[in-house]
């Protein structure tokens, strides 16, 4: 018999998961939501089925019969449990919770590093942070005891935090955990900030001058995984490269080592060094240019370099790496035409793949607006047989509209 469900939790993790949960035959009847439902009124799936978000006391009022479903991350789950205001045979901590023995091929492949944490996955929306200390040694092998109990924990079919994820597959796995892929993010110790002051960026309050106590070096971090002969690539986004006061020892230790990988940077400041890594190892750099003219730059980003980054961009893409130009759609600054189809030029000349976002502090629809100008793009895109994605930070209606519109590739 068909549980009849009400499922707690309407933000990200929940509209992500949303379309897999259906496929497995858990339908709500409705979503519910502690936050009043303060962003949006209700939540598609990717097939066009709506479900309507009521706040929790008014959802439990109106189905008394429902059972409760905790559609938040799965790490966060055992917390929320404990305030909802139901008898326990109503609740169920997960829709996919079930005592099997379950796996994730991705467990101790992947970590990404700030300033004082570990994030040992991104794939499922639900990573786990792990606490990290000024010592990079042991900040690993705290990395490897955690992923072997979350690998013993799936195989004993626990409530972990990734319950529900998309990548776990039926059975077990004794495999041991092999770290391949690092990212550095933003707010370790020596990263240096930026010298751009974006608009949208949420780090700009956040990363200090690169002196944070009890973090790890970057430099530091950086020379210890050198010597790990399992590491395969090296996300680089601790702030800005080009102001890094270790620059040149980055881009040395690079040079020997074998990592392939990528580098954001804002290509405001030429690094040869950054060039000799795109033609000898073709990694990737990633510039969020988010203008095509010099005046909405500088709106943009808080300085007036454009001319100066494009000419950096042009002489990178004479080596054999591969360059990815994002743009940020920002309401009333840059969804114009004059600023697309200067981007657009841009990105067909030094032949870029083309990355369409959005501000990531939102969490409300697209507007027409911006929408009109997200086609626009790519439709420019399209015509200038120019590769483009759209990035991870629309939401799933979103997708729904550009998936009908044929605009996502």
């Not at 994730?104 to 200390?133: E, H, K, Q």
């Not at 033609?279 to 988010?290: A, F, H, P, T």
Request: hydrophobic fraction near 35%.
């Amino acid at each position: 018999m068909k549980k009849q469900l009400i499922f707690y939790g309407a933000g990200r993790y929940a509209e992500y998961h949303l379309d897999n949960w259906l496929k497995k035959n858990l339908i709500p009847v409705c979503f519910a939501d502690a936050d009043e439902c303060k962003h949006y009124k209700f939540m598609r799936s990717n097939e066009g089925l709506v479900f309507e978000i009521l706040p929790l006391d008014e959802a439990i009022t109106r189905y008394p019969n429902y059972e409760l479903c905790i559609t938040v991350i799965p790490n966060t789950a055992a917390e929320v449990y404990k305030t909802i205001p139901l008898p326990v045979e109503r609740i169920r901590l997960h829709p996919e919770h079930k005592k099997m023995p379950q796996h994730c091929p991705r467990i101790g492949r992947d970590l990404v590093i700030f300033g004082y944490s570990g994030n040992i996955c991104c794939m499922g929306g639900g990573g786990v942070s792990i606490p990290f200390t000024n010592n990079i040694k042991e900040d690993i092998e705290r990395y490897y005891m955690f992923c072997r109990q979350l690998r013993d924990d799936l195989n004993e079919g626990k409530l972990t935090s990734c319950t529900g994820c998309f990548m776990l597959q039926e059975g077990r796995s004794d495999k041991d955990v092999k770290l391949q892929n690092i990212a550095l993010g933003s707010g370790i110790a020596g990263s240096k900030a930026c010298n751009f002051k974006c608009r949208y960026c949420s780090y700009i309050h956040n990363i200090t001058k690169g002196n944070l106590d009890g973090s790890n070096n970057v430099l530091e971090i950086l020379q210890y995984l050198a010597k790990l002969s399992s590491i395969e690539a090296i996300d680089y986004s601790a702030g800005e490269l080009s102001v890094s006061p270790y620059v040149n020892d980055i881009l040395e230790l690079w040079k020997t080592t074998k990592w392939k990988g990528s580098v954001l940077t804002n290509a405001s400041i030429y690094l040869e060094g950054l060039y000799d890594l795109l033609n000898e190892k073709n990694i990737l750099i990633n510039v969020s240019l988010d203008a095509g003219t010099a005046e909405t730059f500088a709106k943009i980003k808080n300085v007036d370099c454009f001319e100066e980054v494009v000419g950096n961009l042009a002489k990178y893409a004479m080596a054999n790496g591969h360059i990815q130009l994002k743009y940020v759609l920002l309401e009333g600054i840059n969804c114009n035409e004059a600023d697309i189809n200067g981007f657009v030029s841009i990105a067909r000349k030094i032949n870029a793949e083309v990355i369409i976002s959005r501000d990531g502090n939102l969490n409300t629809f697209m507007s027409d607006n911006v929408y009109k100008s997200l086609k626009y793009l790519a439709q420019q895109c399209i015509s200038q047989s120019i590769h483009y994605s759209v990035f991870k930070d629309f939401m799933v209606v979103d997708f729904d509209r550009l998936k009908k519109d044929g605009f996502l590739v």
